[in-house]
């Protein structure tokens, strides 16, 4: 008699699951209808709107800016989680989704804007008091340039803390450690 039951409660437990799934699958295509942010419209959309917007809203994807290979990525994610998408699908998708959610341009303009930052706040605020040539003379490591200039802040230099990392980066790019003093 215990073999029937607990088969029911199996069969049972299963068709909760299935319930559950079905409910919240429901539940978030209605909430996509109604928030309105839909996929941008482009090759692939609707094989986009078919296999990615189903288990959860188009903007959890639109928040993501990721490479050829981050999209790669994240489709191939999808598919270990559950998304049904066969290989030729797989390529639409990731076209799609790199071409509508790439990178920002600003990421990469951020990174050397903060090497130009420490390049002009080296030049607007370590040469006003002194010459370079003060600082060629050393050359020290990463929490050298930090103690020195901190201590020059401390003697009237006016680097501010947003300032202070990307200096620090330049002074140890230009006037780090010399080779043969390192222990390489
Ligand atoms: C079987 C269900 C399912 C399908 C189909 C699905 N996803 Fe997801 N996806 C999820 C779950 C679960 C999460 C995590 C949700 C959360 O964090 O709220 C997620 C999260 C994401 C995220 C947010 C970043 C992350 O990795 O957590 C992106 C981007 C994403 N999915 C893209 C896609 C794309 C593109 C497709 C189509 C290939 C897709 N999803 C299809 C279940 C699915
Ligand atoms: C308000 C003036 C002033 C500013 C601005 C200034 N310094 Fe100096 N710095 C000095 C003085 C004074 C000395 C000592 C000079 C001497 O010994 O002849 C010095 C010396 C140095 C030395 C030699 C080592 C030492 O500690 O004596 C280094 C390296 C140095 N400064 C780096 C910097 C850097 C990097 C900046 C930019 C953050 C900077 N300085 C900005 C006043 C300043």
Known sequence: ????????????????????????????????????????????????????????????????????????????????????????EKAVLVDYFSEHFAPRKAAPAVASTSADRGKLTFENKCLTCHEVDLIEQQRLGKPGWTREVEKMVRWGATVTDAEKEPLVEYLLKNYGPRPLMSKK
């Open 1 to 88: 008699m215990s073999k029937p039951n607990s088969n029911f409660i199996k069969l049972a437990l299963v068709a909760a699951i299935v319930a559950i799934g079905v409910s919240l699958n429901w539940q978030s295509s209605f909430a996509a209808s109604f928030i309105m942010q839909d996929l941008p419209p482009g090759k692939g959309v609707e094989l986009a709107n078919a296999k990615c917007v189903t288990c959860h809203e188009a903007d959890l994807i639109m928040a993501q800016r990721l490479s050829k290979q981050g999209w790669t990525r994240e489709v191939e994610k999808m598919i270990r989680w559950g998304a049904s998408v066969n290989d030729a």
